[in-house]
């Protein structure tokens, strides 16, 4: 049996007082105590990226983050990225170029993605294929995720 | 499972004297996944996230100090680590795995693991690194390649902590390169080739060679490093260096590839490594 211990995460701008088991990853508790779905569960061994979150500005895998290691920092997950409605140019570059098709990859890759674009704000193409490389689609759609990168790289500088 | 964020160095050794089961977690990339996997249970997580020691890249004395919690991240960007025998070191970082797995993963807790296909492990040995290591008796210094024993073994005693790695400076014209051969980007390598070169004119006058994924340890010969030393490593020198490579090594058959495959990359690896530190 092990001891609970209280945590304050602050995700997507919130302040949240959790009580988790030190063993739980952030990946977890963001989906099970915050209801926060949007971080997918795939590998849960930090190869898939489909669980890539924003700490700190950094894109981390939220399956290899304890819970309880994670206060003071500035968590933000998918569900950050809208703001008054309106979808993040990520988000809706995915969309209008159809970068997804089953979508279970899609929140690790736009996280990923605009992680990237916050270092570097005009990548090459083959840049965003090296970036995205941590990031598997099983539905093999590759091409059209990184067409989706670069237009919303377009829509931003236009 | 209890999870304590020691506030130093003298916290951490205490908690790891009173209890054969602590584990000191660094960035988590490996301990967390293996937690993930319940292929291991620490009675206690000790974070070293909060110890102001294992932080920070400088120059001390006579060596670049690399604190152990330095991510790899933070081991690819370092402008210390730009030119010398240091180079082949930030070659290594910036080739593991994935960005936000570099942005977690932390060259302390990679090297203790001592996985023989990770990278860090062989271009230590080519920089000629050392390592600063604490215990309850104090601290003490070695050179890395006594470090790593086995598959997943080191020489860090039970209650003691890697607290740095040390680059000494003493061949700041030097060339280096890690090039690893692996199934798909970001992989672990089949095979990786780490070394550091010096050139007088056209003629090597130092050279440090290390093999990693071949054996359960980072494959390093002073019979390689001699006869590339004094040599203009033309293609009669490198065959003989990589023969003896070939004879020495000890790789196993794994996903990543046969033993005998693994042997048969070292040559074409070497050279296209010593022709690209030069290049």
């Known amino acids: ?158 | 499972m209890k999870y304590i964020e020691a506030l130093s160095l003298q916290e951490a050794l205490e908690i790891l004297a009173g209890d054969d089961e602590a584990r000191c977690l660094a960035g988590g990339a490996t301990l967390v996944a293996m937690m993930n996997a319940d292929l291991i249970a620490p009675s206690t997580l000790i974070s070293l996230r909060r110890i102001e020691e294992l932080k920070g890249i400088s120059a001390v004395d006579n060596y670049i100090r690399i604190g152990a919690m330095n991510t790899h991240s933070d081991v690819a960007n370092a402008e210390q680590l730009l030119s010398g025998n240091a180079f082949v070191i930030r070659d290594a970082a910036r080739q593991i795995a994935h960005p936000a797995i570099r942005n977690m993963g932390t060259i302390g807790g990679s090297i203790c693991h001592a996985d023989p296909a990770s990278d860090f492990p062989g271009s230590l040995v080519a920089a000629n690194a050392e390592l600063e290591i604490i215990g309850t008796d104090g601290l003490r210094q070695i050179p890395v390649q006594d470090f790593f024993v086995d598959y997943l073994e080191t020489s860090l005693q039970e209650g003691e902590v890697l607290t740095a790695i040390l680059v000494p400076t003493t061949h700041s014209q030097a060339h280096g390169r890690h090039l690893k051969f692996s199934r798909t980007h970001g992989d672990y390598a089949t095979v990786s080739v780490s070394l550091v070169l010096s050139m007088q004119s056209d003629v090597c006058n130092y050279a440090r060679v290390a093999i990693g994924s071949v054996a359960p340890t980072p494959l390093h010969l002073d019979t390689v490093d001699n006869i590339l030393t004094g040599s203009k490593l033309n293609d009669d020198v490198l065959d003989d260096a990589a023969n003896l490579l070939q004879e020495a090594c000890d790789p196993i058959d794994d996903v990543r590839g046969s033993a005998e495959y693994r042997r048969k990359i070292i040559p074409g690896l070497l050279k296209r490594a010593i022709a690209e530190a030069l290049g």
């Open chain 1, 1 to 158: 049996m092990t001891n609970k211990q209280i945590v304050k995460l602050e995700v997507n701008g919130d302040t949240h007082e959790l009580l988790v088991q030190p063993t739980q990853t952030l990946l977890h508790v963001l989906r099970e105590q915050l209801q926060l779905t949007g971080t997918k569960c795939g590998c849960n061994n930090g190869v898939c990226g489909s669980c890539t979150i924003i700490v700190d500005g950094q894109a981390v895998r939220a399956c290899l983050s304890l819970a309880v290691a994670s206060s003071e920092k500035e968590i933000t997950t998918i569900e950050g990225l809208e703001e008054n409605g309106k979808l993040q140019s990520l988000q809706q570059a995915f969309i209008d170029k159809q970068g997804l098709q089953c979508g279970f990859c899609t929140p690790g890759m736009i996280m990923s993605s605009l992680a990237l674009l916050a270092k570097n704000p005009s990548p090459s193409i083959d840049d965003i294929r090296e970036d995205l490389s941590g990031n598997l689609c099983r539905c093999t759609g590759y091409v059209k995720i990184a067409d989706a990168v670069m237009s919303a790289i377009e829509v931003e500088q236009s």
